[in-house]
């Protein structure tokens, strides 16, 4: 994402180091915030980069995909669920981002070792917003992430038009099953579903998005799924490739709509299962494309 014309530049923080880390200089003025951060999820540190303060992150997940050359500047530390302790102590963190309940092992372990850790809990796109609004303020960029955060506003406000545009034409919105994992069937959480209502569709299974836990959002029985005859269905099993044919050859499934029209896709978790930048851009743009085609064709 480019800056806005006319912006004020931020301060970024000195290069420098083995990791490509801030190291200022014995007597120079430190910048406002942490100076070394560890990243144990994507979005912040693609928020980060965003925000051109990449030079502080000093770790990152190993999952991280966003931005690309992130994999090749920074040193991988954690997965999701485990982190190697050693080695982010190594490193020297004066701040570690995390994410969730499902980090909280992670944190406690940082923690009992003096290390400062935040962690957000971030599941719907205010909640989204708000962590980027943290993030930016922490790093001493309030005013150039208040002036992104806008700006992402706008987007979902165009597409918000665009959609009750068709609708005012008499175009109906698609109902979609979003499949965030296929064995078992687990509905997609708060954000997606939110960010798919912005985008023209109705999620099947709304009841479950509001539950924060895959576990929660689990559907024993796939005739549920069949039973509410979505129109399309989107999968994004968590970084497995998504099959449209398994999909489409499920037993009792060939006379879905979905399945009948060929409306199966795939959105990439990383563009829509990360609770950041990712999927209130990327993410919601690709829904948009999909529920528009959708609807100028069948609705």
């Known amino acids: 994402m480019s800056a806005a014309p006319g912006r004020p530049k931020q301060a970024r923080a000195p290069s420098g180091g083995s990791e490509g880390h801030a190291v200022p200089s014995v007597g120079a003025p430190l910048l406002p915030g942490p100076q070394r951060i560890v990243c144990l999820t994507e979005e912040t540190t693609e928020w980060l980069y965003l925000l051109g303060q ?22 991988k530390v954690s997965a999701f669920l485990n982190a190697k302790i050693d080695k982010i102590l190594d490193l020297r963190p004066d701040c570690v981002f995390g994410f969730s309940d499902l980090q909280a092992d992670i944190a406690a372990a940082l923690i009992r070792a003096g290390v400062q850790v935040t962690v957000f809990n971030q599941r719907s796109v205010e909640e989204i917003f708000s962590m980027l609004f943290q993030v930016a303020a922490m790093v001493g960029c309030a005013d150039d992430g208040m002036a992104r955060i806008a700006a992402m506003r706008q987007r979902l406000d165009a597409i918000r038009a665009e959609v009750a545009a068709l609708e ?12 965030e994992w296929d064995e078992p069937h687990i509905s997609g959480i708060r954000w997606v579903s939110e960010l798919l209502g912005i985008a023209g569709g109705d999620d099947v299974f709304p009841e479950l998005a509001v539950q924060s836990l895959g576990k929660h959002r689990i559907i024993a029985d796939g005739a549920e799924i069949v039973a509410r005859a979505p129109d399309i269905v989107i999968g994004s099993w968590c970084g497995k490739k998504f099959r449209a044919e398994k999909v489409a050859a499920r037993p009792g499934w060939q006379d879905v709509p979905a399945v009948r029209n060929g409306q199966l896709f795939e959105i990439k978790s990383a563009d829509i299962l990360q609770p950041g930048p990712a999927a209130l851009t990327d993410g919601v743009a690709q829904m948009h494309r999909i529920v ?7 609705g």
């Open 54 to 75: 990449e030079a502080r992150i000093v770790g990152i997940s190993g999952y991280t995909v966003r931005p690309r050359r992130a994999r090749d500047e920074k040193p």
């Open 168 to 179: 005012a034409s008499g175009k109906r919105r698609p109902k979609v099953f979003f499949e």
């Open 292 to 298: 528009k085609a959708w609807m100028v064709a069948h």
